[in-house]
């Protein structure tokens, strides 16, 4: 995965020489969101020259069964290209949008390669907030960032608080706030493996706040509903903050998700 | 019997608060290139301070795509 993500911004960098390191994240979130575009592409046009040669109805029936959910999502792809064009913060971007709040005005520290952290107090106890440095487009590596600062750095956390966006299921509403427990982080995995490693060799306990919405949401410009939920979540952080840690004690926030569009 | 027929494209309009650091009067404009969350935000229009900040930037649908 490293490897791609690297040769991806080699190869933008050789195309477009004196683009800055925001106008390369710009660039590798849009071409990302072609790449899929393409790969709906490919598969439609699969099932259908199958189905012609093969003369089979059903081969048609099933691609015809799924058009509409693949029509749905091409076109939040297609709506997610111009966003990220734009520099404009995505639904995904609500997690970082919080953190970003919170850092605000406070000295930013690097963590892991396109992440960052500020520590921060909060009624007598210890935060350390981290996210992805934006506005660039970027997911940050928040896994990598939590092995070296509580891993290899020592620094002692008593608990464990992430947000970002999570799917809702048809008919719930968009930017509803929901508390829970685990790591609440998408991608193949690699990151939520690191963070329960760490998490399972200190014993810290992980709390998660998420806000729903539709895979057309996550990816398209942030849904005023999903901006409005801001205070909400803000709020949930830290009343979560102040029930599951005492005075003395310390708290990881984590701001999960793509910061395009989105400082601190 | 129309089976793929092509939704009309509904874009939102997008929108950028700025909130003043001095009066907390919050703004709403259209967005700018160049705006980003916790950037610069326009002049207040409440008490003309120059210390605003961008706090949400955000797209509107009309009522009938709401879901």
């Known amino acids: ?47 259908y020259l199958m189905g012609k040669r093969t003369t089979s ?11 509409p959910l693949l029509l749905e999502e091409a076109e939040a792809l297609q709506k997610a290209i111009s966003a990220f064009k734009r520099g404009q913060p995505i639904g995904d971007g609500i997690g970082p949008m919080v953190v970003g709040k919170m850092m605000f005005g406070k000295e930013k520290k690097l963590a892991a390669r396109e992440t960052i952290y500020s520590e921060d107090e909060y009624k007598g106890r210890k935060l350390y907030l981290l996210k992805a440095e934006g506005p660039a487009g970027t997911v940050g590596r928040p896994g990598e960032a939590i092995t070296r600062l509580v891993g290899d750095l020592g620094i002692k956390i008593d608990t464990i608080i992430m947000i970002d966006a999570a799917l809702k299921l048809e008919g719930e509403k968009t930017g509803d706030v929901a508390e829970g427990i685990g790591v609440a982080i998408g991608g193949i995995g690699v990151e939520k493996y690191q963070v329960e490693e760490v998490a399972s060799r200190f014993n810290i306990p992980i709390y998660a706040v998420i ?15 999903i901006a409005d939920a801001f205070e909400k979540v803000t709020n949930t952080v830290y009343s979560v903050i102040e029930d599951k840690t005492s005075e003395g004690q310390s708290a990881m926030v984590i701001g999960v998700g793509n910061t395009i569009g989105v400082g601190q | 019997m129309m089976l793929f027929g092509k939704k009309k494209e509904i874009m939102p309009e997008i929108y950028s608060e700025d909130t003043c650091q001095s009066c907390t009067e919050k703004t709403k404009r259209r ?23 961008v706090t949400a930037i955000y797209g509107e649908y009309p009522e009938e795509d709401k879901h």
């Not at chain 1, 109805?57 to 058009?67: A, E, K, R, S, T």
């Not at chain 1, 990816?219 to 509903?225: A, L, N, S």
């Open chain 1, 1 to 47: 995965m490293r490897t791609r993500d690297d040769r991806v911004r080699a190869e933008i960098k050789k195309l477009c020489s004196g683009a800055d390191d925001q106008e390369i994240s710009k660039i590798e979130n849009i071409l990302e969101a072609a790449t899929a575009l393409n790969l709906i592409y490919k598969v439609v046009r699969h099932y």
């Open chain 1, 57 to 67: 109805m059903f081969i048609l029936v099933q691609l015809q069964m799924v058009m």
């Open chain 1, 211 to 225: 806000v729903k919405q539709s895979v057309q949401d996550a990816i398209t410009v942030m849904r005023k509903e």
């Open chain 2, 31 to 53: 967005f700018e290139e160049g705006d980003h969350v916790y950037g610069a935000g326009m002049q207040c229009k409440k008490c003309m301070s120059s210390k605003t900040l």
